[in-house]
């Protein structure tokens, strides 16, 4: 029998976002998991979290992480402006939602027009790797990450 737990689930404030990631990360580290797992998940974690604190523009979030059977199942909602929304408002033109979140994926910034952003971008790839499943949805659409493949879906 293996282990089943649901770590954590809470609404929170905006405000609270870092102080409540925290707590997250020590419940983790006592996790039984593959050595480097916890830091890899520790990665995803506080890049989702400085992407809220970044882009978002939210004044609250919930977290939810539930871990069963060495399978991790974590989601990160908030009730900010959007991938799209925070690409225009820095004169970045995207022509919808899936577009937007196809940028953010592949490393562009919703700051200057020159940067480069590794938010997105870096935890799709750290995703990948672990062979695992990432869904992001922002205004209308919904892309949903698997093996390598993006699949999209209208809201």
Do not use: C, W
Request: hydrophobic share 40%.
């Amino acid at each position: 029998m293996g282990i089943k737990m649901n770590i954590h689930k809470k609404n929170i404030l905006f405000l609270e976002l870092e102080k409540e990631f925290q707590k997250i990360q020590e419940v983790i580290l006592k996790q039984p998991f593959p050595k480097g797992f916890p830091d890899a998940l520790i990665y995803l974690l506080s890049e989702i979290s400085a992407n809220i604190a970044e882009h978002s523009k939210a004044e609250s979030a919930e977290i939810r992480l539930k871990i069963e059977n060495q399978k991790v199942t974590f989601v990160i909602s908030d009730n900010g402006i959007g991938i799209r929304k925070s690409f225009l408002q820095n004169n970045n033109y995207a022509k919808d939602d899936k577009t937007a979140i196809t940028f953010a994926l592949s490393g562009l910034s919703t700051k200057k027009s020159n940067e480069r952003a590794f938010g997105l971008y870096s935890i799709r790839q750290l995703v990948e790797h672990q062979k695992g499943i990432m869904e992001i949805i922002s205004g209308n659409s919904t892309v949903k990450i698997s093996n390598g493949k993006l699949e999209f879906f209208e809201n």
